[in-house]
């Protein structure tokens, strides 16, 4: 197992998994740690699922983690009980929230089928499965460049399409 090769192949998909879970930019202590992950646990690997699907539950476990410390720090600071109640939250989702939720899902997934198909299969791809762009060019044969190219078009057409969700 090429570490080097790893990360090559899995750096835009790691950023993107940490960036949707910890609501970050950038992260590269994170990323690290993903990586430092990978290597002491390649021994534990079985060929049996995809290598992606293994970095994706590590990068998602190791995002999981960092919240979970993050939100034990912000609790260890604040000490009045004012502060306290407002780190409080209902974990109940009410049902206004759900349909709010489930409505806001639907605009985003109509916005996304009403893309050209080139535009739809290359967000599809990236956005919702996870695909880096090099795994996006090679699966869809075609240059990184187009890949990208693709990508920033189909993401101005639904900055576009849901200017009302932003």
């Known amino acids: 197992m090429d570490l080097n090769e790893i990360i090559k192949r899995n750096k835009q998909n790691v950023k993107n998994i940490i960036r949707l879970i910890t609501k970050e930019e950038e992260n590269e202590d994170l990323e690290q740690e993903v990586y430092v992950k990978i290597w002491k646990n390649s021994g534990k690997y079985k060929e049996q699922g995809s290598l992606t699907g293994w970095i994706n539950t590590i990068a998602k476990n190791v995002s999981k983690d960092y919240l979970k410390s993050s939100y034990r720090k912000k609790q260890d600071i604040t000490t009045s009980d004012d502060n306290i109640l407002v780190l409080v939250?209902?974990?109940k989702a009410t049902p206004e929230?759900?349909?709010?939720?489930?409505?806001?899902?639907?605009?985003i997934m109509k916005a996304i089928n009403g893309l050209k198909p080139k535009f739809k299969e290359v967000i599809m791809l990236c956005e919702i499965e996870g695909y880096s762009y090099e795994e996006c060019s090679k699966k869809l044969k075609c240059p990184l460049g187009t890949i990208k190219s693709?990508?920033?078009n189909a993401k101005k057409e639904l900055a576009?399409?849901?200017q009302d969700l932003m």
């Open 89 to 91: 939250k209902d974990k």
């Open 97 to 107: 929230n759900k349909l709010l939720k489930t409505e806001r899902q639907i605009q």
């Open 150 to 152: 693709r990508i920033y």
């Open 160 to 162: 576009e399409k849901l």
